[in-house]
């Protein structure tokens, strides 16, 4: 199911476990995906919800998905350095991902802590 972006706002406002439950059964709606990650990233601060959401779609087949996950790492973490298992996976995106523009970026994250 896709949803917009009020729509997940709305969802996340009022309950973000159903956005965490939007996120982890999207299925293939890659834009789905990517504003859910995204509004989760800046709405929640409970790092035991955020983090295996971040850490999971670091790894996702699609470019845009990834890509979001990087974004939310650096507005999860913006005031801390995320943990060790992001920080690797973070290297290995700089290192091997079909993007160049993701090996940048996550070149550019991984500068930044």
């Avoid at 409970?46 to 971040?54: A, F, G, S």
């Amino acid at each position: 199911m896709s949803y917009s972006i009020a729509q997940l706002e709305s969802i996340a406002n009022k309950d973000i476990k159903e956005l965490i439950n939007i996120i982890e059964n999207s299925g293939s709606d890659v834009s789905t995906l990517e504003l859910a990650i995204d509004i989760l990233s800046n709405e929640s601060d409970n790092e035991e919800e955020v983090l295996p959401i971040l850490n999971r779609f670091l790894k996702h087949v699609h470019v845009i998905v990834r890509e979001a996950s990087m974004i939310g790492v650096t507005t999860f973490y913006v005031d801390k350095i995320p943990p060790a298992e992001i920080l690797d996976r973070l290297k290995d995106i700089s290192n091997s991902d079909p993007s160049s523009e993701l090996r940048d970026l996550a070149k550019d994250i991984l500068d930044d802590y």
